[in-house]
């Protein structure tokens, strides 16, 4: 985020900043989404390393795995949408608390 937290108004801001955001994609008769590829990719790294640690370690995202593999979907489908929710948890750790106005 920088030393400009605040021009980050949406976790999907965010999420387009890691290049984790989604983009429409069709082929032919297939519609599918894809991760962004452009954005800061530090970030993006960091964001691969906390979904591959968690696959490895903890197992809400195993079982997770093994229902969205019976629903047909792909491995690389299921880390887009884990590096999506990685995103969405560390921008509300790191965002700025919201401040009031003054009355």
Do not use: W
């Not at 985020?1 to 955001?21: H, I, K, Q, T, W």
């Not at 069709?26 to 991760?35: D, I, K, P």
């Not at 960091?46 to 995202?61: C, G, K, N, S």
């Amino acid at each position: 985020m920088g030393d400009n937290p605040e021009r980050l108004g949406s976790e999907v801001s965010f999420a387009a900043l890691c290049g984790v955001s989604l983009v429409e994609r069709s082929s032919g008769s297939r519609q599918y989404r894809r991760l962004n590829r452009g954005g800061d990719r530090q970030a993006n790294a960091a964001l691969h390393r906390i979904v591959h640690t968690r696959l490895r370690f903890d197992p809400r995202p195993q079982d997770y795995y093994e229902r969205r593999i019976k629903e047909g979907k792909t491995r690389r489908e299921f880390v887009r949408c884990l590096k999506r929710y990685a995103a969405r948890e560390v921008f509300h750790l790191v965002r700025p608390p919201q401040s009031c106005p003054p009355p």
